[in-house]
């Protein structure tokens, strides 16, 4: 591993080198050096079923992020990199599994099946190369992340899961931005090589399909700045087609402002049909009020048709329903939602913040599941970024989840994550 790090340490070194050695200032004079630290306190305690019963470890990330400028012109280029090391703080075979570490691929000799040695360290890259055209259009090539309606990599662990692509995006009409890519690879967040892209097991809803294109385009027009209008659409090559619209927005009531957030989605088969019939819509409505620091919101989710909400394989989604232990997306699931937001800035204390949400799901249908499916998830998040000082901008949060379900393991979850970015 340690030999893997220093191979891709010499990469990176490489490719600054040559590329910073023959262009225009503008590439170095705007370019943007971080270090990003990540520790991260991983907990779950499965509350009932057999198996394992507890996944616990710490682990520690550093992001090694250099981002260039453009050369001058109306064509420019411009390299971004990252390296990724992680590094193992506790852990045990019987405790593994977190997502913060890759494991190895057996357990030990008379062992259980899941007791599995997290590895001591990784590491990895990502080179994404980048050319502006006329100040309006950006191309990227290489490792991209990006966040769609239909398409959200998971960002909750030491790195984000990213893929292998192009992008284009374009904002030559005021108001406007417009994007288009194809992926034809996936890196998960504690994987350290590319893997094929492929739709989401969901319970047992779909079968594996690998080595597939995902295409998306997306469009999304501000009118003002306090209404967004959104459309997406995806496609994984013979496997789904997606389609995504959203309207958000605020409005000035009384002393605060009504706040929305409408998501539609509508899912089917695309090419041969790999993974059978889907035919899925995803009706998803959050309305509320902010005041003076506070924001209250209640909401509906239904999915509706046959078969789950369809999904790129361990993405997250843009669902209102997306928590930290289920996202409450499985055939003909009904949802009821609540969210409250605190901002005690409002109270005097700037960069402490509150957030609890609330889902209560019922009539959900599970492959191998005779009664209709009902859980309900309630999960706290509290985070402080300092304000000033030797630490300024060093930020700490406690994510705590609690699952309780008749189809899945009962699970009680907590998260301590502490992030600081060392700036050049």
Known sequence: MTTNLNRQLLTLTTLTLAVSSGVQAAFLDDSKTSVDSRTFYFQNDYRDGSGQNRVEESAQG?????????????????????????????????????????RNAESR????????ESQDEYSKLAL????????????????????????????????PQDFRGTQVTNTSISGLTLRAGRLDRARHRDSTDYQGIGI???????????????KYAAADYALGKDVVLSY???????????????IKGKLPAGPGRLVSDIRLFASQEAGAGDAGTIDNRVYSG?????????????????????????????TATYLHTEMMLTNFAKQNQASWLARYDYNFAAAGLPGLMLTVRYVKSDNAQVVGVQQDGRERELDTDIGYVVQSGTFKDLAVRWRHGVLRSNYQRNSDQDRLIVDYSFKF
Do not use: C
Request: aromatic residues 12%.
């Open 109 to 116: 000799p008379g062992g259980p099946s899941y007791a599995r």
């Open 128 to 159: 994404t190369a980048k050319l502006r055209l006329y100040q309006d259009t950006q191309v990227l090539v290489g490792t991209i992340n990006p966040s769609l309606g239909v398409l959200q990599p998971s960002t909750t662990r030491l790195f």
């Open 232 to 246: 997406n659409l995806g496609e994984l090559e013979d496997v789904y087609r997606q389609h995504f619209v959203g």
């Open 62 to 102: 550093l992001t090694f992020r250099f981002q260039s400028g453009y050369t001058e012109g109306d064509i420019g280029l411009g390299l971004d990199a990252a390296l990724m090391y992680g590094f193992k703080l506790d852990s045990g075979p019987q405790r593994s599994g977190s997502g913060l570490l890759p």
């Open 286 to 314: 959050l309305f509320g009020y902010e005041w003076n620091g506070h924001t209250l919101q209640a909401g509906y989710q239904k999915v509706d048709g046959k078969g789950a909400y369809p999904q790129l394989e361990n």
């Open 200 to 214: 989401a097991y969901a319970n047992g809803q779909y079968p594996r399909t690998d080595n597939r294109d995902f």
